[in-house]
Nanobody, 127 residues
Framework: QVRLTESGGGSVQAGGSLRLSCVASGWSYRRKRMGWFRQVSGNEREAVAVIYTGSGPETTYYADSVKGRFTISQDTQITVSLQMDNLTPEDSGLYYC???????????????????WGQGTQVNVSS
């Protein structure tokens, strides 16, 4: 049974940094796509960053709003991190880790196609 556990959320001032981590316990597939989505109260969940691993070179995808500021990486076979720099108040929200194993259906940012989700970790950025 796969279980995703996030950590690293918190409160920071604009311009600061946070690092989120996600551990996929029980994961037994060599290939996967794994990443982060966020949701602000009242808004739809949006994709932030995803990394594809296990088949050739890693491939990463980012939302336009975080390109150049956020970096997703695979730390171990079951751990993915999101380094968030130069944070803005618009980055505040509940950040969810999500994972999927092949075959992949839908684009990287189609959250509905990810079968595994964490409980979320809150990020608050004050101005």
């Amino acid at each position: 049974q796969v279980r995703l556990t996030e950590s690293g959320g918190g409160s920071v001032q604009a311009g600061g940094s946070l690092r989120l981590s996600c551990v996929a316990s029980g994961w037994s597939y060599r290939r996967k796509r794994m990443g982060w989505f966020r949701q602000v109260s009242g808004n739809e969940r949006e994709a932030v960053a995803v990394i594809y691993t296990g088949s050739g070179p890693e491939t990463t995808y980012y939302a336009d709003s975080v390109k150049g500021r956020f970096t997703i990486s695979q730390d171990t076979q079951i751990t993915v991190s999101l380094q968030m720099d130069n944070l803005t108040p618009e980055d505040s929200g509940l950040y969810y880790c999500a994972a999927d194993d092949p075959p992949y259906y839908g684009a990287w940012d189609r959250g509905s196609e990810y079968p595994y989700w964490g409980q979320g970790t809150q990020v608050n950025v004050s101005s």
